[in-house]
């Protein structure tokens, strides 16, 4: 069975850090581009990164360039994201999703930044 | 950016009638390749999202084909043929045409 799953969301308070872990399984993971997008509380979806299959393109939006690094170890069949100078407005669900067109999502993890 | 835009955000549906939920978008999702990257997500209460229907008109496996796609250029559509309640949700199209990748606003599937 496909399966992404994400971990080590947490409350964590402004100006903090925190790392995102996303666990594949069911599939070569090593083939698939990735993305991370997030869902703030009672709000849309909001596209985050994205990262190829090979690690030569990566892309963020505006909105975490400079403080969100996205990476991945093929060989551990897992996908990352390091977020620094975290903000209130960070605040969200952050889900895994695979290839640049989302086929397949994670049920997410929690992040909450408040002091 | 390109900036999508959905309608109507809230659409209260009788059970058996159909749906009909509109996505346009502020540029062409034509992409160079001749393709066109409009998909459609669903999202129930309590989950996370699932991809109903990609390149705009082909459903994922296991979707019910009461769901249908079409559209082109920049105006889009989601249709539910007959509701069912397990039909209720958030619906969310989204571009993967140009970059920064871009979802509507979502729209609200209640039961009347």
């Known amino acids: 069975e496909v399966q992404l799953v994400e971990s080590g969301g947490g409350l964590v308070q402004p100006g903090g850090s925190l790392r995102l872990s996303c666990a594949a399984s069911g599939f070569t993971f090593s083939s698939y581009s990735m993305n991370w997008v997030r869902q703030a509380p009672g709000k849309g979806l909001e596209w985050v990164s994205y990262?190829?299959?090979?690690?030569?393109?990566?892309y963020y939006a505006d909105s975490v360039k400079g403080r969100f690094t996205i990476s991945r170890d093929n060989a551990k069949n897992s996908l990352y994201l390091q977020m620094n100078s975290l903000r209130g407005e960070d605040t969200a669900v952050y889900y895994c999703?695979?290839?640049?067109?989302?086929?397949?999502w994670g049920k997410g993890t929690t992040v909450t930044v408040s002091s | 950016d390109v900036v999508m835009t959905q309608s109507p955000l809230s659409l209260p549906v009788t059970l058996g009638q159909p749906a009909s939920i509109s996505c346009r978008s502020s540029?062409?999702?034509?992409?160079?390749?001749?393709?066109?990257?409009l998909n459609w997500f669903q999202q129930r209460p309590g989950q996370s999202p699932r991809r109903l229907i990609y390149?705009?008109?082909n459903r994922d496996s296991g979707v019910p084909d009461r769901f249908s796609g079409s559209g082109s250029g920049t105006d889009f559509t989601l249709k539910i043929t007959r509701v069912e309640a397990e039909d209720v949700g958030v619906y969310y199209c989204m571009q993967g045409t140009h970059w920064p990748k871009g979802f509507g606003q979502g729209t609200k599937v209640e039961i009347k």
């Open positions: 540029q062409s999702l034509v992409h160079s390749d001749g393709n066109t990257y």
């Open positions: 390149k705009v008109s």
């Open positions: 990262i190829s299959s090979s690690t030569s393109t990566i």
């Open positions: 999703a695979r290839t640049s067109y989302m086929d397949v």
